[in-house]
């Protein structure tokens, strides 16, 4: 510490570099060395040496740092890199500080004293550690040897300068040095250098066998000049013919290895000690890494090329060669990754390469040996075969403009891909040709290019969209569910015709008549074929070029035999009809009067129906239908080419018939119920008003109407339907939210969720949880056998309670216990007394014969117990019906006395007072076994004997020498009360020893110590005196006096949630836990880009503008958790606490781990890694060690892991060989470099947690190697860095810094991210993970101990066929969302979420099997998925929900997709109103462009009916339901406004029905349902229902309903539908980052403004009461002057280039309608479309005027526009006139404007005069003209390229401001007459923040309260 004090007095240049330095303890020193410019990177090694020696020779520090600079400069002379010339400064400077100071300290030459300190560093350290076997022995070698190797390399520098020779003893030493630095490099789990084979991992056989194998090289021809070296291996040798990168090869070989090893431990019993790598192991991992690769083979019609060899000896050399050469593939691939297809064909070409040179092929063209197209030079793969592809990728990427061209205009990774799927795609050629039209741009795009001279445009054409387009149309929907719509339509159809029919009873179907009628829905089928297939034509007109003529021709077909359909129905119908009418009249006259003959239309009908009736046999028979799919027969290819094309995916998706009948029930009893809801409620009492209405014939209209002589009123017809019909397509979403929710809760309540749901329902099951435990979580030994699982089992479940007897079983159930409550208490769950109260001891007791419950479960039973037995005077057999009735009070009972009688025996050492206390024991003893201990003994002293005990066991707790003649005392006393009081009869061997020996005999006084002292010898103090005794001790203390009952024990809610919800998973379903060595392998992966790390002490106490900082929110949120914290610093206060620094370290972590941070996700997530060393432990110890338990072997672990046979060293190697977790910190690499105070936290992660990876894409600039260009250009890594063993200081212990080292290096062929940024994240680290499942999470996440335990259970499920036809490739978990407690509308969101992560998706998976991705615990098949294109896909935009996507692809390629819920992950969601408005966004945006995608698409027509409408139902149709919703009410409201406008109403008026109308009633309430949020109460009511009870689902409901739930849910419902809807018709999708941090900040009214405006106050200021309520922390008067100001200077900032649309309204206008720019012809027009209904207004309005109404004349309206016309021109004329003349004529100017002021005023006098306006006149006169200007801004808006050029555009810009100003003054004004009063505010705190409330959290108070103590500290400082 002394040096970094020191520096802070240098003079100032030195701060530049430690500017960014917060004072964290890795001092500044970590910074200097890892602040370094990216293309300097190689001098970082020698700063960090420098460090290193700085505290024991300053001057070897000095010499390091110069030399670095000298290389510095000769890496880039010209100082070009950037940041280069500041840090070649700041380095300068502070040499010239040091050079003096050093100077002084020398006593040699520099060259003397830099060979002396090398040769001290080289004894003191390699020679000390040269013999090390164990792990951390090896890191520090390896860093000795490399900071050896830096010494020589400056020590030579320095004897050149001054020519000194090296001393030959040094250069031996050094060539020593170099040997090894080759070998000990850093490695990532598996060190396979040869020093290292003692490992504990590298002992393991199947490790051993599968490392041998790998090194067989026999027979494998090696190219010319190849230098052998040590072990080389199969990897090598590819390497070496491919020219793979060196680090892709060590990242694979590890890779290879773990896997081939895990399998082989999982599948196969240990092998005998001759290792060798079972071939059954081989050929599982080979057959699944080449499943994709053989299926793609099949489908194209070639040979794969994975050829065996006939000799048996060479097969599994050969299966090595194959699989490595993948994965190094694969390793390298970098984008080519998302592209599966693509990587099967570089693989075809490389293995067949292979085949052939393994079979010493002779090339026929030269006559050689074949060699590989791309030879083996150094990097060559990378840059001959992945950049070429790799550059396509990037290209069409520029193209997509940042995804604002339409998707149409470039190929994303998908076209890309599927290129790959036609048998084209070997035109490509090997080696590829650079003309083929797969790398082909589009002929504009090459001219554009501004190369030297222009190219010719040479080779094929751009080749397009491959097999789909994704176009913006609403037409999406229809096409990718056509059976769906063409359904619903069908049977509205039917339902009118029968209600309009006849009786309207649903039996009149029977009638002749009506029959045919109905049978006319056929027509209307043939007539949705036909736009099917039009709208077909139409979407892939631009995927032409790439289509194959059979494709094109089924188009055609399709659509010519539609059309022909649509001609033949109607005929025959016109000719079955007896009288036909209208239409059907019309064509019989064309066609010819014949006779009708019904039997024709009939004939019709059915050979129209033939193929269907062949889908419904395929439907009904799913085997049949996946082997016809899957088949390459070419008659079978002919009839399934008819039913849909050909395509790679989607084939053989359909499930089990069980599986089928499940969802099919399911789909028709919904649909049932709809359809007769929409009957009986909607459609048939609308018939009667419908059929009147259209009687009444109205002749006078209220304005000029443009269809007098329109029949039947139609306008009202189509005014009253409507909203009906909309309603009726929408409810399906309502009527599958009922069904879910109960469908839903049975399933819920089968799998036993919610039996276990609070503290007393856990005392009562708890004598069976160890049962469970042992049942669930240990393994299964060889002999005992496994439960059986049925129906019955499902009804009961009984473990059997444990028996004394199975003492291991207890241990093993004690050590897993006490590791959950231990976690409870790191995470200040619980205080230490509730920690003490919940904790079984951990040493098992072997002489207590009994089980030791926690005491929580016995606390205050024994006082009960002695009143009791005080009371009974003798009536012992109901004392013993009472001690018998309650079970743990007997349980304590008996405890208490059996661990007395051994502590008594442990301290009395006298013969005499052994005899004494045995007696007394063995008649106690005698009376239990008689059963009369009762009426022998008198129980009314035992109170005082209590006493004595409790006095003893307080000495016994402190144990001090002192308190020896007390114990003496109190035993006598204990003595006295038993024989005098309590035992009647004599002790007859006390009477033998009296006290004084014998009075009589001798009357002398005998000397003192030959007198006999009763326990004169006592073992007291005891000693040693071990953990166990402690714990034996503590634990009699708690059970003795703890007097008030421990039933709230734990008190906090979330200890109480976890642990009951943990219990309770112990009794669901889940597959039995296998060893650990014997389980699936496993990672983790979490992408992280820039969120909080850490959060910092002064982000911690910046206090808001009301003074709150985010720890005293924290404070007072969590008041229990931080009163805990405190008592395990061991601080009674803050104050206390800021004392020291590692305390305040402490109090970052705390806050942390409340926040959604980094770092709480990272904790969550390694203790995976504590459960498996738990779970390793449980499985290999001995009896022996079993029973000492795991704190022992934690305690010792540091003795232990140096040697590596140990137990612990064991336990740590199978964990790293079963899980690893990596961080991909996709800018680790630039914060570094930059000193950000993220990396250094990132850093602190990895030294917390060693096995902890960090994955980061390193941008690194390299000068040109050519002297004479000055360019510099930058270069791209993956990384993979781990935290290097810590530097010591040379002469010292004391650690000088911590470090990280990389272990992988690995090249990419450019910038890494080309598409979405998380899913490009995710895939560059995915080559880094390890292990069969991968578990995906996000940062937001949370993990905890307990589920941890459960990990290995659930990757088990990987091995069960869920629904009997295919394993599972995704598993879901649950989540349990942890931001509820923030705020009431974290709470909301928060129950919205957890119903869909329980409810929801139980659903989707079982029995509906539609259950995809969604974000993050679900853990994948991770070789499934790494050869199918990995865990999300990343095409700019139209992947936008990237996750999701990852579902459909997998269910695409005949995936699974389970849910599992008896394991769940944290997760934390958006908290502020602004924050969850965002994510909505997102998501809404996400599913516009599913909507647009290929994968609905394909599932829509792949899926079977009923699966189809649940895909529909659960993903788009869920946000298009709510579109419509919206709809509905626009429809409706219009609906009426025409109706009142026109004059309709009126005449209508006699008409009952039309104003009572019910069906318009019931479907607007249908309608309400969902726009309230019904929708999603039910099931979260259902949830809550079956988790926590009923009684709490209803509390809570009318809780949210007070705090307007309601409200926030129709709030929410408009920004879906405002995001979904201009998705689909503009684009202008986007990822938005909500941010994650708290929300204690008041939002600007500016910034909602900005937020909502378009998307909600446009759409209706009826929202006004949302905004007032959910502003959070609102209504302060002084606020909303503060808030007006803001928007007042937003509104009038001018916008401009580089203005942010937060700091000026134009540039946020500009921003609100840049969609348009991209959205096409097609969109616009729908816009201005949009936009005309603001006309209808004005044209109703003007006729209703009082000067008006007697004239219905077209040109009152005429009129009206003029005056619009007049308004705006004179505005124009006004700004025109300020620019041209307010400088030279002003005083004209000013007479001009007064002239128009006393004009305007003159009109309005002499229009109330004459014609007598009135005000009503006036308001009528705004609402009419006021929507018309806005129609005209949204319209010019549309236009705007056409309005810049007639040059109006800032006059538009004028008038909009105008309107936004009104909008705002319209919102602003009641806010601000609310915030007068200050009650109100009062209010809203209170009704925001009920959560915290009932958490003690009266935010009014605090916020006042703070201020005045704040100012009184700081009054009391001055």
Request: glycine share 6%; charged share 25%.
């Amino acid at each position: 510490m002394s040096q970094r004090r020191g520096s802070d007095q240098q003079p100032q240049p030195q701060r530049r570099i430690l500017r960014t330095q917060t004072a964290g303890n890795l001092g500044e020193a970590m910074m200097d060395s890892e602040v370094v410019p990216s293309s300097l990177v190689e001098i970082a090694p020698i700063l960090r040496v420098a460090n290193e020696v700085e505290a024991s020779n300053p001057r070897v520090a000095y010499l390091c740092r110069f030399y670095a600079f000298e290389k510095a400069h000769r890496l880039d002379p010209t100082s070009s890199g950037r940041g280069v010339r500041q840090f070649k400064t700041a380095l300068l400077q502070r040499l010239e500080r040091e050079n003096g100071t050093t100077l002084a300290g020398r006593s040699k030459s520099d060259a003397r004293e830099i060979q002396n300190f090398y040769q001290h560093y080289y004894k003191k350290y390699i020679q000390a550690l040269q013999n090390a076997a164990d792990k951390a022995d090896r890191a520090q070698l390896t860093k000795a040897y490399q900071t050896a190797a830096v010494l020589f390399e400056v020590l030579k520098a320095v004897n050149q300068t001054e020519a000194v020779e090296v001393a030959d003893e040094i250069l031996e030493a050094h060539t020593k040095v170099a040997e090894k630095t080759q070998i000990y490099v850093p490695y990532n789990i598996l060190p396979l250098d040869p020093d290292s084979q003692n490992q504990a991992i590298m002992r393991y056989p199947e490790i051993q066998s599968t490392v041998s194998t790998l090194r067989n090289t026999r027979g494998l021809p090696w190219p010319k000049g190849h230098k052998k070296k040590i072990d080389e291996d199969i990897l090598d040798w590819l390497q070496a013919m491919f020219g793979f990168q060196k680090d892709n090869v060590a990242n694979q070989r590890e890779h290879l290895i773990l896997l081939l090893a895990n399998v082989h431990l999982r599948q196969f019993p240990k092998p005998d000690q001759q290792p060798k790598l079972d071939d059954r192991a081989l050929t599982e991992v080979m057959k699944k890494l080449f499943k994709n690769y053989k299926k793609w083979c099949k489908y194209l019609g070639r040979k794969s090329s994975l050829w065996l060899p006939t000799i048996q000896q060479e097969v599994q050399q050969r299966k090595l060669l194959y699989m490595g050469l993948y994965l190094l593939i694969w390793g390298e691939a970098a984008n080519l990754r998302f592209m599966p297809e693509c990587l099967c064909y570089i693989y075809h070409h490389m293995a067949f390469e292979l085949y052939g040179m393994l079979a010493g092929n002779v090339s026929p063209m030269t006559g050689e040996h074949i060699k590989p197209a791309y030879g083996g030079e150094e990097e060559a793969f990378l840059w001959k075969v992945v950049k070429p592809i790799y550059d396509t990728i990037a290209k069409e990427a520029r193209r997509s403009k940042d995804g604002k061209s339409k998707h149409s205009q470039w190929r994303n990774y998908d076209d890309l891909n599927e290129y790959f799927w036609s048998v084209d795609c070997f035109r490509l050629g090997w080696p590829m040709r650079a003309d083929a039209d797969f790398f082909c741009q589009p002929i504009e795009e090459i001219r554009v290019d501004k190369d030297d001279e222009k190219k010719p445009v040479t080779g094929d054409r751009w080749i397009g969209k491959i097999n789909f387009v994704e176009i913006r149309s609403f037409c999406h929907i229809f096409r990718s569910f056509d059976r769906m719509w063409s359904f619903y339509i069908l049977c509205l159809q039917a339902m009118i015709i029968i209600g309009w029919n006849g009786s309207g009873k649903l039996s009149s179907i029977f009638d002749g008549d009506v029959f045919m009628k109905v049978l006319s829905i056929f027509i209307t089928a043939a007539i949705l074929k036909l736009a099917q297939a039009v709208v077909d034509i139409v979407l892939s007109w631009k995927a032409r070029r790439s289509m194959s003529f059979y494709v094109k021709l089924r188009y055609i077909l399709k659509a010519v035999s539609a059309a022909g359909w649509v001609v033949i129905l109607p005929i025959t119908y016109a000719y079955s009809l007896k009288n036909p009418a209208g239409f059907a009249q019309t064509i019989k006259s064309w066609f010819g009067n014949s006779p009708s003959s019904p039997s024709l239309f009939v004939t019709a009908i059915l050979v129209y129906l033939a193929p269907n009736m062949l889908s419904v046999l395929l439907f009904l028979f799913p085997f049949i239908r996946r082997f016809l799919e899957r088949s390459n027969n070419k008659i079978l290819m002919l009839i399934m080419w008819w039913s849909q094309p050909r395509l790679y995916v989607g084939r053989g998706m359909h499930e089990s018939s069980i599986s089928l009948f499940k969802y099919t029930t399911f789909w028709i009893l919904l649909i049932a119920s709809k359809l007769a809801f929409s009957y009986f409620v909607e459609i048939k009492p609308l018939v009667g008003p419908t059929k009147a209405a259209m009687q009444v014939h109205v002749r006078t209209f209220q304005w000029h109407e443009f269809f007098p002589q329109a029949k039947n009123n139609i306008g009202v017809v189509i005014a009253l339907w409507a909203p009906i019909v909309l309603v009726y397509f929408m409810d399906t979403q309502i009527w599958y939210a009922i069904f879910s929710t109960i469908f839903g809760g049975i399933y819920g309540a089968f799998r036993r969720l919610g039996e276990i749901r609070t503290l007393g329902m856990l005392r009562s099951r708890f004598q069976s949880l160890p049962g469970a435990f042992n049942a669930c979580l240990i393994p299964v030994e060889k002999n005992e056998k496994t439960k059986k699982k049925g129906l019955k089992a499902t009804f009961s479940r009984k473990f059997d309670e444990v028996t004394t007897n199975k003492e291991k079983e207890e241990a093993k159930f004690a050590q897993m216990w006490n590791k959950i409550i231990s976690s409870f208490r790191e995470e200040d769950l619980i205080s230490n007394r509730e920690m003490d109260l919940l904790l079984v001891p951990y040493w098992a007791d072997r002489d207590l014969d009994l089980i030791q419950w926690p005491p929580f479960l016995l606390a205050s039973k024994i006082p009960i117990a002695l009143d009791m037995a005080k009371d009974s005077n003798g009536r012992d057999r109901e004392l013993k019906k009472r001690l018998n009735s309650d079970n743990y009070m007997h349980r304590a009972v008996q405890e208490c006395y059996a661990s007395f009688k051994i502590i008594i025996n442990v301290l009395v050492l006298g013969e005499g007072e052994k005899e004494v206390i045995n007696e007394i024991f063995s008649k106690v003893d005698e009376h239990i076994r008689e059963d009369n201990l009762l009426t022998e003994l008198n129980m009314s002293a035992l109170p005082s004997l209590y006493e004595q005990c409790v006095e003893l066991i307080e000495c016994l707790l402190a144990n001090k020498k002192e308190d020896k003649d007390r114990v003496v005392i109190v035993l006598l006393n204990m003595l006295e009360v038993v024989t005098r009081d309590i035992m009647e009869d004599d002790v007859p061997s006390l009477l033998d020893s009296s006290h004084g020996g014998s009075y009589g005999k001798n009357e002398g006084m005998t000397p003192l110590d030959q007198q006999f002292h009763f326990f004169g010898s006592l073992r007291f103090p005891v000693y040693p005196e071990t953990e166990a005794w402690k714990e034996k001790i503590r634990r009699l203390h708690l059970l003795l006096t703890v007097k008030e009952s421990a039933m709230d024990v734990p008190s906090n809610l979330e200890a109480i949630r976890r642990i009951s919800f943990f219990s309770n998973s112990l009794f669901m379903d889940m597959p039995s836990a296998p060893k650990v060595r014997n389980m699936l392998s496993f990672s983790v992966l979490t992408p992280y880009y820039s969120e909080d790390v850490l959060f910092s002490i002064n982000g911690l106490e910046k206090p808001n503008e009301d003074g709150v900082s985010i720890l005293f929110y924290l404070q007072k949120i969590f008041p229990d958790e931080w009163m805990n914290f405190l008592e395990r610093v061991n601080c009674s206060s803050e104050e206390e606490l800021r004392a020291s620094e590692e305390l305040e370290e402490e109090l970052r972590l705390w806050a942390s781990y409340r926040g959604q941070t980094l770092t709480k996700t990272v904790r969550g997530m390694m203790c995976y890694r504590k459960a498996l060393e738990l779970q390793a432990f449980l499985d290999m110890a001995k009896d022996e060690e079993l029973m000492k338990g795991y704190k022992a072997a934690e305690l010792n672990s540091e003795e232990q892991s140096k040697s590596e046979t140990s137990l612990w060293a064991q336990c740590q190697a199978v964990s790293d060989m079963k899980f690893t977790y990596v961080v991909s910190c996709q800018q680790y690499g630039t914060h570094k470099r930059s000193g950000d105070a993220r990396a250094k936290d990132i850093l602190r992660l990895m030294t917390t947690y060693p096995s902890l990876r960090v994955a980061y894409i390193d941008e690194v600039e390299e000068t040109s190697k050519d002297k004479t260009k000055k360019t510099v250009q930058k270069v791209y890594y993956s990384a993979l860095a781990k935290a290097a063993a810590p530097t010591k200081s040379i002469d010292s212990s004391e650690t000088v810094q911590t470090l990280d080292q990389v272990i992988y290096r690995i090249k990419l062929p450019g910038p890494a991210i080309l598409g979405g940024g998380k899913p490009e994240n995710q895939n560059h680290a995915i080559i880094f993970t390890r292990g069969e499942g991968l578990q995906t999470i996000d940062m937001n996440q949370d993990n905890y101990m307990e589920e941890s335990l459960k990990m290995r259970n659930l990757l088990q499920e990987f091995l069960k066929k869920h629904d009997g036809v295919r394993y599972p490739t995704i598993l879901g978990v649950r989540e349990h969302i942890f931001t509820g407690s923030v705020s009431s509308l974290a709470w909301f969101m928060s129950n919205q979420e957890t119903s869909f992560v329980t409810i929801g998706q139980r659903l989707l998976a079982h029995p509906l099997k539609v259950r995809f991705h969604y974000g993050h615990p679900d853990v994948f098949d991770r070789l499934f998925h790494l050869t199918r294109g990995g865990v999300s896909k990343a095409s700019k935009v139209i992947n936008l929900s990237e996750d999701i996507f990852a579902g459909f692809n997998s269910t695409l390629r005949e995936g699974n997709v389970t849910h599992h819920e008896y394991i769940q992950v944290g997760k934390g969601r958006d908290v502020g109103l602004n924050q969850i408005s965002l994510f909505e966004a997102k998501i809404a945006n996400g599913n516009g462009e599913q909507t647009l995608s290929r994968d609905i698409y394909r599932l829509g027509h792949r899926f079977d009916f009923f699966r189809m409408l649940s895909c529909y139902v659960t993903t788009i149709g869920f946000y298009f339901s709510t579109l419509l919703t919206v709809l509905t009410v626009y429809v409706f409201l219009y609906g009426r406004l025409y109706l009142i406008l026109s004059g309709l109403e009126k005449g209508l008026s006699t008409q009952p029905a039309i104003r009572d109308n019910k069906p318009l009633q019931v479907a607007l309430a249908s309608q309400s349902f969902v726009q309230i949020g019904f929708l999603m109460a039910l099931p979260m009511m259902m949830e809550i229902g079956l988790e926590r009870g009923f009684r709490n689902a209803l509390s809570d409901f009318i809780l949210m309903q007070l705090q307007l739930a309601a409200v926030f849910f129709t709030f929410s419902l408009g920004t879906k539908t405002h995001y979904y809807g201009r998705t689909l018709l503009h684009g202008g999708a986007e990822y938005r980052g909500t941010g994650r941090g708290f929300v204690v900040f008041h939002a600007k009214f500016a910034e909602n403004y900005r937020l909502y405006s378009r998307s909600h106050f446009v759409k209706g200021l009826e929202l006004m009461i949302l905004l007032l309520v959910y502003h959070i922390l609102g209504f302060e008067w002084q606020k909303i002057i503060d808030d007006w100001t803001d928007w007042n200077k937003w509104i009038s900032n001018r916008g401009g280039i580089g203005v942010p649309p937060e700091k000026s309204w134009e540039s946020w206008w500009e921003k609100e309608q840049q969609h348009l720019l991209y959205s096409g012809k097609r969109g616009i027009i729908v816009e201005i479309l949009l936009s005309l209904r603001f006309f209808i207004y004005q044209y109703g309005l003007v006729y209703h005027l009082s000067f008006t109404k007697s004239t219905q004349n077209f040109l009152v309206y005429g009129a009206s526009w003029v005056v619009i016309i007049f308004m705006l021109l004179l505005v124009k004329g006004m700004s025109v006139g300020r620019r041209r003349f307010s400088a030279n004529f002003q005083l004209l100017f000013r007479m001009i404007k007064g002239l128009v002021f006393i004009s305007f005023i003159t009109i309005f006098i002499i229009l109330i005069a004459i014609p007598h306006m009135t005000f009503k006149d006036i308001l009528l006169c705004i609402l009419a003209f006021m929507p018309t200007g806005w129609g005209l801004l949204l319209i010019a808006q549309a236009c705007k390229p056409l309005m810049q050029r007639g040059g109006i555009w800032e006059s538009i810009k004028t008038l909009a401001r105008g309107y936004e100003i009104v909008m705002g003054l319209l919102l602003f004004t009641p806010v601000a007459f609310l915030a007068w009063f200050p009650f109100v505010s009062e209010f809203q705190t209170r009704m925001l923040f009920n959560q915290a409330f009932s958490r003690g959290l009266q935010i009014s108070r605090i916020l006042g309260g703070q201020r005045k103590e704040k100012d009184r500290s700081s009054k009391s400082k001055e």
